[in-house]
C-alpha cells in the first residue's frame, strides 16, 4: 500500500500502566500540535473513556454524537468509540449470526445480544478508523490514548491474528460452512453461518488492509510510554518496551508523570522520605531506558482539566520542542546475511533467556513470551533454511539460519 504523504501523516502512542496520565499527556501533545496548525484528532483506546472528563466537556455532549469526530477547537478533535454504533456500521451480519448461535444456548435475545459483542470488536473498528483517516488523509495527526499496558499490546497484535486468521483458517470454515451446511444443519441444533456472514468478514478485512504496515512504519508511528516514579509502574513499562519491540514498533520516548517537585514542603520528614524514594527511581529509569530521550513531567498543584491546563501541561512537557518529532529511532529487530547464514536479531530487553519460547510453523516464526505471542514472517530463502540455532546474547536474542 502507499500512504499519501502529500499532507503531513503522523501517529502516536501514548501507552503504560493504567493510572499513570496517558488520557492527560495525550490531550496535551494534542492541544501542542492542534496550536502548530497540524489537523489533530486524539481518540481514545480505552473502554472507560475519559477524553470528555479530561476535556471538561458538559456531560453526555460526546454521547450525543454517537461515537464520531467531536471538534473541541480550531484544529483539534477527540473521538470516544461508541461499540453500538459501530455493531451497525461494521458487524452487523456478524453478530447477528453470533446472537442466533447464543440463542440457541438458551440466553434471551436480550442477553444474546450483549454476549454477541465479542473481545476485539471495539479495537477493529479503531483500527478501521486509523485506515480511513490515513489512507484519506482526514487528518495530520492521529494521537491514540491507550488502554492499560495489556489490551495497548492486543490491540497491535489484530493485524497479525487477522492476516493468519485469513491466511489459515477462513477458506477452510468457509469451504465447510458451503459444501457440508446442509447436512450440518440436520445433525445439529444450532445455526451455520451462510455465505453472507463470510463475505461480512472479508469485507471486514479488505477494509483493514495496509493498516499494519502504517502502525509499523517509523516514519509515521511510534509509541510513547508514560511512566511514575514508583517501582511497580516502572517494572511494567519495561515490560510495556519490551512488547512493543516484539511487535517492532518505535519507541520514541518516556515520560515520568506526576514527579513530586522539590518545593518548601520537601523540609517535613514525609516529603523528605517520597523524595528520596523518587529520586531513585527516576535514576532507575534513567539507566533502564537508555538512550531513549527522557521527559519530566512533575505533579501539578491541581488535577490537569479543560483546554487551558491542558495546553499549559504541554508547554510544560515539551516547552520549544515540536511535539511531532521522532525524538528517537531504534531497531527492534533486523535480518541480514552473512556468508551463507541469515541472522534475525530481536531486541528483547528486560527478558529472561528462560522466559522466551520459539517455534517455525511454515514460514513464520512465532515467538512466545508469556502470555503473547508474535508471529514473524519469514523470507523464503530464510524459511528453507535446514540448520537453525538461537543465542541469547545480552539484550537481544540472535537466531542463525543456515542455508541447506
Known amino acids: 500500500m502507499s500512504i499519501c504523504m502529500d499532507r503531513r501523516v503522523r501517529i502516536i502512542f501514548f501507552a503504560g500502566k493504567g493510572g499513570v496520565g496517558k488520557t492527560t499527556v495525550s490531550s496535551a501533545t494534542g492541544i501542542k500540535s492542534a496550536s502548530l496548525g497540524y489537523r489533530t484528532i486524539i481518540i481514545s483506546l480505552d473502554i472507560a473513556h475519559s477524553l470528555s472528563d479530561i476535556f471538561d466537556l458538559e456531560k453526555g455532549l460526546l454521547d450525543q454524537n454517537r461515537g464520531k469526530p467531536f471538534q473541541v477547537e480550531e484544529n483539534l478533535w477527540i473521538q470516544e468509540i461508541d461499540i453500538s454504533e459501530e455493531i451497525e456500521r461494521n458487524w452487523g451480519q456478524i453478530h447477528r449470526y453470533l446472537t442466533r448461535l447464543l440463542n440457541t444456548t438458551g440466553l434471551d435475545e436480550v442477553l444474546a445480544e450483549e454476549f454477541a459483542i465479542l473481545p476485539g470488536m471495539e479495537e477493529v473498528s479503531l483500527l478501521l478508523y486509523i485506515n480511513k483517516y490515513v489512507k484519506e488523509s482526514l487528518f495530520d495527526v492521529i494521537i491514540l490514548d491507550c488502554a492499560p499496558t495489556g489490551e495497548s499490546i492486543r490491540f497491535i497484535s489484530i493485524p497479525t491474528t487477522l492476516e493468519w486468521y485469513m491466511k489459515k483458517i477462513f477458506k477452510m470454515e468457509r469451504a465447510i460452512a458451503r459444501y457440508a451446511g446442509g447436512v450440518l444443519k440436520r445433525l445439529y441444533d444450532v445455526p451455520i453461518p451462510d455465505q453472507e456472514y463470510f463475505d461480512s468478514i472479508e469485507r471486514l478485512f479488505n477494509r483493514l488492509k495496509g493498516i499494519n504496515e502504517i502502525l509499523l512504519n517509523r ?26 519491540y516484539l511487535y517492532h514498533m518505535n519507541i520514541d520516548c518516556i515520560i515520568i508523570n506526576k514527579i513530586i517537585p522539590d518545593i518548601s514542603l520537601s523540609n517535613t520528614e514525609f516529603f523528605k522520605d517520597w523524595l528520596r524514594v523518587q529520586d531513585g527511581y527516576i ?122
Not at 532507575?284 to 479543560?306: C, H, T, W
Not at 487551558?308 to 508547554?315: G, K, P, S, T, Y
Request: proline residues 5%; contains cysteine; charged residues 35%.
Open 219 to 244: 516514519t509515521i508511528t511510534s509509541v510513547r510510554l508514560i511512566t511514575n516514579p514508583e517501582k511497580v509502574v516502572i517494572k511494567e513499562t519495561q515490560r510495556a518496551l519490551m512488547y512493543f
Open 283 to 404: 535514576k532507575r529509569v534513567q539507566e533502564f531506558f537508555n538512550p531513549i530521550p527522557i521527559f519530566y513531567l512533575d505533579l501539578m498543584k491541581s488535577e490537569a482539566l479543560g483546554y487551558d491546563r491542558l495546553r499549559e501541561l504541554a508547554d510544560r512537557l515539551y516547552g520549544d520542542r515540536d511535539p511531532l518529532e521522532h525524538f528517537y529511532r531504534g531497531d527492534p529487530y533486523s535480518l541480514k546475511k552473512e556468508d551463507h547464514c541469515y541472522i534475525l536479531r530481536l531486541t528483547l530487553p528486560f527478558v529472561e533467556k528462560e522466559d522466551i519460547e520459539l517455534n517455525r510453523i511454515e514460514d513464520e516464526l512465532v515467538v512466545r513470551i508469556g502470555a503473547f505471542k508474535r508471529h514473524i514472517p519469514l523470507p523464503r530463502q530464510v524459511f528453507s533454511a535446514k540448520d537453525i540455532t538461537a543465542k541469547w546474547r545480552e539484550d537481544h536474542l540472535e537466531i542463525r539460519f543456515l542455508e541447506g
